[in-house]
């Protein structure tokens, strides 16, 4: 159901008006929306806003309801007033979205392969770019057209103003997820291969895509054993307090609770070889028709 949203701004006094909920309480100057569901009139609805003296219209814009559209009229609120802030400035509102003439059913038909994203994540060391490279070579040799993100590779240059503090790395894997829903858009199997520790980080990558799209692959690998690895050195570095805020040492990394794949280190050759591992993801890759058009 689409609907119609009235930007406007707001004077320091606040009056309620009929229908439109809201308080009569003395408020700060804001801007924000004014929803009104689709069954109602777009310019009767405009001239109630610019003749109620208290608000003045800026903009309408159509909503759905996946906009979080309600039908009880809300009136501005402060909620509004934050998120149309970027640092203090207003955010741009005349961006309109423009719709492509091919959609995602033809580029399928023209791979042959259902886009999506395979999101490996663990503890450094614990084997990603190995299983993301041997998964990406296993699909080549099927036909199937994959690129990847890896987290060190991607913090070399759209990255390469973040550090490893938390902010910074949750503002790494929203870039990163960004971009692979993008691939996925086109019809790729994306492969993104990168630490992300935290749970809501790799969850709000999830909501990006469709249900299904995203696939999330646990590399469940002990600390003791990535750290026996350590082909950069780096756990040493951590270990001697050289580097701080390390992964596993004193930075936490939450496990997935539910994913869809754990590839789980047992120490035997075959079940844990980066081959089998990537042969793993192929199946439920397979199994689930990501691998025809
Ligand atoms: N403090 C700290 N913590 C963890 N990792 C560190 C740190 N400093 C540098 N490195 C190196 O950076 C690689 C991880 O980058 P990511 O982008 O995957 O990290 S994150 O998802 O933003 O947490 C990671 O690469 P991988 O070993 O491939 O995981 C490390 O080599
Ligand atoms: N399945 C595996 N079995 C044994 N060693 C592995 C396996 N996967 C990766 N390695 C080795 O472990 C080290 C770390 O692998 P890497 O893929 O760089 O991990 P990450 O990307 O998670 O940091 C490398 O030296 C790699 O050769």
């Known amino acids: ?8 701004s707001r004077p320091s006094i606040f009056c309620s008006l009929p229908g439109l909920g809201g308080d009569p309480q003395r408020r700060p100057p804001a801007d924000g929306f004014l929803k009104f569901p689709a069954s109602s009139n777009a310019a009767e609805n405009t001239k109630l806003v610019v003749n109620s003296g208290s608000f003045h219209p800026i903009s309408a814009v159509n909503v759905s309801t996946q906009a979080s559209l309600t039908a009880d009229f809300p ?30 059913c033809d580029r399928q038909q023209l791979l042959q392969q259902k886009g999506c994203v395979i999101w490996i994540t663990g503890l450094s060391g614990s084997g990603k770019s190995t299983v993301a490279c041997a998964l990406s070579k296993a699909l080549f040799e099927r036909g199937k057209l994959t690129y990847t993100l890896d987290g060190d590779n991607v913090r070399h240059g759209l990255n390469r103003d973040l550090t490893f503090k938390a902010e910074d790395r949750t503002e790494n894997i929203r870039r990163i997820g ?12 994306c492969i993104a291969s990168l630490i992300s520790p ?27 054993v990535c750290e026996s690895r350590d082909p950069k050195g780096l756990y040493k ?16 990394y939450e496990a997935p609770l ?7 280190h047992t120490g035997d050759d075959f079940s844990s070889s980066p ?6 993801i192929i199946s439920y890759l397979q199994n689930k028709g990501y691998l025809e058009g």
């Open 258 to 264: 539910n994913c869809e794949v754990v590839l789980k």
């Open 75 to 104: 009136a501005l609120s402060e909620t509004n007033v934050k998120e149309e802030r970027i640092n203090g400035e207003k955010k741009a509102d005349n961006i309109v979205w423009h719709e492509s003439s091919i959609c995602r």
């Open 237 to 252: 570095l951590a270990r001697a307090g050289k580097i701080k805020g390390f992964t596993g040492i004193d930075d936490p």
């Open 275 to 280: 081959r089998q591992m990537a042969e793993n």
């Open 178 to 189: 960004e971009v692979a829903k993008l691939f996925a858009d086109v019809g790729v199997i």
């Open 198 to 224: 935290y749970r809501r980080d790799r969850d709000e990558c999830r909501s990006l895509l469709p249900e299904g799209d995203f696939v999330e692959v646990f590399m469940d690998v002990p600390l003791s």
């Open 1 to 8: 159901m689409e609907g119609l949203a009235i930007r406007a």
